[in-house]
T-cell receptor, first 111, second 112 residues
Framework: AQRVTQPEKLLSVFKGAPVELKCNYSYSGSPELFWYVQYSRQRLQLLLRHISRESIKGFTADLNKGETSFHLKKPFAQEEDSAMYYCALRTLGGSQGNLIFGKGTKLSVKP | NAGVTQTPKFQVLKTGQSMTLQCAQDMNHEYMSWYRQDPGMGLRLIHYSVGAGITDQGEVPNGYNVSRSTTEDFPLRLLSAAPSQTSVYFC???????????FGPGTRLTVT
């Protein structure tokens, strides 16, 4: 079964500390992984996707097919990073590329 | 561009009532979808459409109907509201399913 697991409901760190939001997936085919972010009172928006291999707002994520993980990392957290983060998997084939979301991790960065 | 718009922002229904959540996009996107967001459950796909006249079910379609008569609009109909349908509903669109999805602001629905 296709599944995205985000084991932490809430992650709280201090400003300037490193942060890692975990994401594991279950999918037998070739996955495409995304991180979406929802800031307070804002819409859900794409943060980054693994095929782009970009760093957005200081965040990076590497797809590890061996560990079936796509953890989101930032070396120095900022207060404005506080938000809800969702990992998402896009499957190929019959579902025509629909996204499967994890349950989300709420990141709180304290001053 | 307004992007993806949703109306209403808030709605309270009584059990058994019906209503339609509106979604529109002005980006000429072919792919549109509806999700519901529940605490501790993340976002779950209700229905999606890959173009005008084509719709299909997602993970949690029961109790909801959709249609896609135009590229721009993708309304979600609740046929007979139930308390279990209390949720925040998001509409999203993308150029094609493989591209970045743009989300609307959401509709917060309460069924009593």
């Amino acid at each position: 079964a296709q599944r995205v697991t985000q084991p932490e409901k809430l992650l709280s760190v201090f400003k300037g500390a490193p942060v890692e939001l975990k994401c594991n997936y279950s999918y037998s085919g070739s996955p495409e992984l995304f991180w979406y972010v929802q800031y307070s009172r804002q819409r859900l928006q794409l943060l980054l996707r693994h095929i782009s291999r970009e760093s957005i707002k200081g965040f990076t994520a590497d797809l590890n097919k061996g560990e079936t993980s796509f953890h989101l990392k930032k070396p120095f957290a900022q207060e404005e990073d506080s938000a809800m983060y969702y990992c998402a998997l896009r499957t190929l084939g019959g579902s025509q590329g629909n996204l499967i979301f994890g349950k989300g991790t709420k990141l709180s960065v304290k001053p | 561009n307004a992007g993806v718009t949703q109306t209403p922002k808030f709605q309270v229904l009584k059990t058994g009532q019906s209503m339609t959540l509106q979604c529109a996009q002005d980006m000429n996107h072919e792919y549109m979808s509806w999700y519901r967001q529940d605490p501790g459950m993340g976002l779950r796909l209700i229905h999606y459409s890959v173009g005008a006249g084509i719709t299909d079910q997602g993970e949690v379609p029961n109790g909801y109907n959709v249609s896609r008569s135009t590229t721009e609009d993708f309304p979600l109909r609740l046929l007979s509201a139930a308390p279990s349908q209390t949720s925040v509903y998001f509409c999203a669109s993308s150029y094609m399913s493989a591209y970045e999805q743009y989300f609307g602001p959401g509709t917060r629905l309460t069924v009593t």
